[in-house]
Each structure stands twice: as structure tokens, then as C-alpha cells.
């Protein structure tokens, strides 16, 4: 089984940084791509950015320019440096990968427990 932990998350003000982060553990052969999604409760998640294993980045273009997405393969880590944060950045994050098993060929989906980001005006 895998798991994905996230932290960074919490209180900012209007303009500030928090950078989140998101380990994945168990019977791990790679990591073919990682995501991270926000949620507002009563609307639907939305991707925010993703990065390919060769780091070939895409981003949500209200984020674009302000978030970075990166990835530490070694670690089978993934972050997400957030600047300049808006009161509209406030939701949960959650931390997506797209995992292959140590001897297993297929893909398997997994998501992190949710960080809350909550960006004061």
C-alpha cells in the first residue's frame, strides 16, 4: 500500500509564501507523475499543477507565475512553492501521484490527506 503525507499548510497573509510538501512511502518502483489539486468545500477540486517524472511542468493559469511545482525523485517527494498568495488561493490541498509498483506494471492512482491553505486579506 501507499501512502502520501503532506504538511505546509496554514495561515498566511495576502502576499506572503508557504511552501507544501508531499512524501510517498511504501512499495514504491517510481513515480510516473505528481499533481497537486485545491478544494473549496461545495465546488469541485481543480488541478493546480502536475509535473511529468522528466519535470515537464503545467500549471492552473491563476497560478502561473506565483506557484512552483517540483519533485525530488530520490525522496519520491513533491512540493509546491506558493508566492504571492491571494485570499482566492484559500482551500485544501491535496497531493496527487500516479504510482507503479515495485513488480507490478499497472498505475495506480493516490492521493494525500489534504493540507489546508488559508490566505488572509
Known amino acids: 500500500q501507499v501512502q502520501l503525507v503532506e504538511s505546509g499548510g496554514g495561515l498566511v497573509e495576502a502576499g506572503g509564501s508557504l511552501r507544501l510538501s508531499c512524501t510517498a512511502s511504501?512499495?514504491?518502483?517510481?513515480?510516473?507523475?505528481w499533481a497537486w489539486y485545491r478544494q473549496v468545500p461545495g465546488k469541485q477540486r481543480e488541478l493546480v499543477a502536475s509535473?511529468?517524472?522528466?519535470?515537464?511542468?503545467s500549471y492552473l493559469p491563476s497560478v502561473a507565475g506565483r506557484f512552483t511545482i517540483s519533485r525530488d525523485n530520490g525522496r519520491n517527494t513533491v512540493f509546491l512553492q506558493m508566492n504571492s498568495l491571494k485570499p482566492e488561493d484559500t482551500a485544501v490541498y491535496y497531493c496527487?501521484?500516479?504510482?507503479?509498483?515495485?513488480?507490478?506494471?499497472?498505475?495506480?492512482?493516490?492521493w494525500g490527506q489534504g493540507t489546508q491553505v488559508t490566505v488572509s486579506p
Open positions: 511504501g512499495n514504491i518502483f517510481r513515480i510516473n507523475n
Open positions: 509535473i511529468t517524472h522528466a519535470d515537464s511542468a
Open positions: 496527487n501521484a500516479a504510482v507503479a509498483l515495485v513488480r507490478d506494471w499497472r498505475e495506480y492512482i493516490e
